[in-house]
Structure formats: structure tokens, C-alpha cells
Nanobody
Framework: QVQLVESGGGLVQAGASLRLSCAAS????????MGWFRQAPGKEREFVAD???????YYANSVKGRFTISRDNAKNTGYLQMNSLKPEDTAVYYC????????????WGQGTQVTVSS
């Protein structure tokens, strides 16, 4: 089992950048695929990006080219670099860990708020 804690959210203006971090503890972080999801007010949670054990990355079309997912297994930490932020990126961002390569996410953090003003 792994525990996840997100940080790095905040209030920024459109066009700015933020880097979210996801600190993992418990079982070896490197054995999990890691993903980022977000949920805006009144909307369902949606996939943002993930990184598989192979290192392959996948992105939602809405963030492709602006967001970059990465991980540092030595530090048990995952990251989401978000550039050129838009007001529609406003949401609570969650990191998650998958025991089955990203098919299903089993462990979730508590979320961090990202607010982008226009």
C-alpha cells in the first residue's frame, strides 16, 4: 500500500506555470504507475496524465503540449509541470497510484487546489 500527498497548488493568472508534487510513502513507489486527475466544480473527475512503469507518458488532449508528467523514484515523488495555464484548468488536482500498470488507480491523494484567474 502507498500513501500519497499532493502539494504545489495555488492561485495564478492565466499564462502562468505551476509544478505539482506528489510525495509517496509506504510501499516502493517505483512499482506503481502514477497518474494525475482533476475535478472542477460541478464536473466529474477527469484524467490529466499518467506515466507507466516503462516511462511512457499519456496526456489528455486538453493539456497535451502544456503539461508534463514526470517522476523521481529515488525521491518517491511524482510531478506535474503545468505551463500556459488557462482558467479552464481550474480544479482540484489529485495524484494516484496504480498497481496494474495504469488500468485502474488504487490509491489517491487528498488533492490540491489549482485556480487560474483570467
Amino acid at each position: 500500500q502507498v500513501q500519497l500527498v499532493e502539494s504545489g497548488g495555488g492561485l495564478v493568472q492565466a499564462g502562468a506555470s505551476l509544478r505539482l508534487s506528489c510525495a509517496a510513502s509506504g510501499r516502493t513507489f517505483s512499482s506503481y504507475a502514477m497518474g494525475w486527475f482533476r475535478q472542477a466544480p460541478g464536473k466529474e473527475r477527469e484524467f490529466v496524465a499518467d506515466i507507466r512503469l516503462s516511462g511512457l507518458t499519456y496526456y489528455a488532449n486538453s493539456v497535451k503540449g502544456r503539461f508534463t508528467i514526470s517522476r523521481d523514484n529515488a525521491k518517491n515523488t511524482g510531478y506535474l509541470q503545468m505551463n500556459s495555464l488557462k482558467p479552464e484548468d481550474t480544479a482540484v488536482y489529485y495524484c494516484a497510484a496504480s498497481e496494474n500498470g495504469g488500468i485502474k488507480y488504487d490509491y489517491w491523494g487528498q488533492g490540491t487546489q489549482v485556480t487560474v484567474s483570467s
